[in-house]
């Protein structure tokens, strides 16, 4: 029921900001987690960053914490991922998705949304 589409992707210098979305339609009242994926050509998807829907709970792969923000607006149902210091290894698709319950698969990914950090 719930469909999810990425936006915000670009290229950008290594060093610099870029801010992605992920804006879900339909209801959300199953969704336990929110979280941010990314895979890079040739590698497996790897985890980036989650958000506790209802209680803001934030976790982070230690590859960027302290550089990106993950954050929520329940009523817009909008989840953001602010990038900062952007390394040229963060380059990848990133996708969004869920997961209804701790412990379970995240899924219903959106499309994607390419960033692109150059040296």
């Known amino acids: 029921q719930v469909q999810l589409a990425e936006s915000g992707g670009g290229l950008v210098q290594a060093g610099g900001s870029l801010g992605l979305s992920c804006a879900a339609s339909?209801?959300?009242?199953?969704?336990?987690?929110m979280g941010w994926f990314r895979q890079a050509p040739g590698k497996e998807r790897e985890f980036v960053a989650s958000?506790?829907?209802?209680?803001?709970?934030?976790f982070y792969a230690d590859s960027v914490k302290g550089r990106f923000i993950v954050s929520k607006d329940n009523a817009a149902n909008i989840m953001h991922l602010h990038m900062n210091s952007l390394k040229p290894d963060d380059t990848a698709m990133y996708y969004c998705?869920?997961?209804?319950?701790?412990?379970?698969?995240?899924?219903?990914w959106g499309q994607g949304t390419q960033v692109t950090v150059s040296s």
């Open positions: 998705g869920f997961q209804i319950q701790a412990g379970g698969a995240f899924g219903s």
């Open positions: 339909g209801p959300t009242f199953s969704v336990f987690t």
């Open positions: 958000i506790n829907w209802r209680t803001g709970y934030k």
